[in-house]
């Protein structure tokens, strides 16, 4: 457990205390970013303490654990986290604990945790941080159960993207369920470079749910065409993997960077021009925010909030698992100069409206004074 502003004694009394339940980097990801990010912006808040239970597994792989690996890990990181709140809530007693989740197995700790808060009269808030809601309430799988059982032992449940939001607000009372975009801070982001680096990027986990192998594909046609560019790939991926996608397709045009840390991405992003985000799943990714309030042209799949945050022009969305349609998009940005600096203006411009740490920070703040 880590702590932001430790408090002091009678100075504090009118002081919010949050807690945050969370992955914490390395390895770097969708949450962990977000944990982050704010940690950074709440540390200079005199109104408000943090502290961070770690979530990530000690022994966290990129892929490849067997489903009893992830149980027994998943089991012992829960006992973990349990102890550490009964510990934290003993010491140092939180207002409200905000628990972050990416659903599946993480769920059953979700739930651990936020009834330990409710025995001892705590508030939680319920924050999901993916994008398969709809999927899953589809499909009423056994995830869909026990998140509606979380959801329900939680006090406020957010949502990061609209059609998530219609969803549960079908579940709950009206009052509990909020949507709340993710935020982006831009005053720990380099200033934009508006340039012509002939350079499509990549960035995030290098696994093939991430739509790496129809990027590949499709780079292949795409290169063929504009040999003057080059696709980079920045993320973790195991020598496995990396020798299997260089065993079956052209690496030429391709840089493989490996994994960096979040500044040494936010650069190599900065000296792009076109980002790609292929995925067959996502929340509200926040290498898209990234990409936008860094003047960058984004493709991605249309799935979780990437819709809405590309709307009006912002961006060019293709359907997932579909290599042809990665390469007809970058194939007409490639191709249109023009296009390009419409679809970078139009992002940035609503970045500034609507997603930045300012604007979203006050909501989080008013669920929490709740």
Not at 73 to 89: C, H, P, S, T, V
Not at 338 to 350: F, I, P
């Amino acid at each position: 457990m880590s702590d932001v502003n430790l408090p002091g004694e009678q100075e504090d009394a009118n002081k919010l205390y949050v807690c945050f339940v969370a992955p914490v980097p390395p390895p770097y990801g969708g949450i962990s970013n977000w944990v982050q990010l704010m940690r950074r912006y709440l540390h200079e808040k005199e109104n408000i303490h943090v502290s961070v239970i770690n979530t990530t597994p000690v022994s966290a792989k990129i892929e490849g654990r067997s489903l009893w690996e992830r149980i027994v890990a998943q089991g012992l990181q829960m006992i973990k986290n349990i102890r550490e709140l009964k510990k934290m809530i003993k010491e140092n007693r939180p207002d409200v604990i905000h628990v972050t989740t990416s659903g599946q197995l993480a769920i059953f700790r979700d739930i651990a945790i936020m009834k330990v808060a409710r025995n001892r009269n705590i508030r939680t808030i319920y924050h999901l941080h993916f994008g398969r809601v709809s999927e899953i309430e589809a499909r009423k799988t056994v995830e869909w159960k026990m998140l509606c059982m979380a959801m329900s032992t939680a006090s406020k449940v957010i949502a990061i993207d609209k059609n998530t939001f219609e969803i549960i607000k079908k579940y709950l009372p009206s009052s509990k369920a909020v949507y709340v975009p993710n935020p982006v801070d831009l005053t720990v982001l380099p200033e934009p470079l508006e340039n012509n680096s002939r350079v499509v990027l990549y960035l995030g986990w290098i696994i093939k749910s991430k739509g790496i192998e129809e990027l590949l594909t499709a780079w292949g046609r795409v290169s063929e065409k504009y040999g003057d560019w080059k696709l980079k790939l920045v993320g973790p991926c195991t020598n496995s993997y990396l020798e299997y996608l260089k065993s079956k397709f052209d690496f030429n045009n391709v840089i493989y960077e490996g994994e960096k840390s979040h500044d040494e991405a936010m650069n190599i992003l900065n000296d792009a021009e076109i980002l790609v985000l292929p995925s067959y799943t996502e929340g509200f990714p926040n290498v898209i925010l990234e990409a936008m309030a860094l003047k960058k042209v984004i493709v991605a799949t249309s799935v979780g909030a990437i819709p809405e945050m590309l709307s009006n022009g912002c961006g060019m969305l293709i359907e997932p698992r579909n290599h042809d349609e990665i390469e007809k998009a970058l194939d007409v940005i490639i191709s249109d100069c023009d296009m390009r600096q419409n679809l970078r203006s139009n992002a940035y411009k609503k970045l500034i409206s609507k997603y930045t740490i300012e604007t979203i920070y006050s909501r989080y703040f008013e669920l929490w004074k709740r």
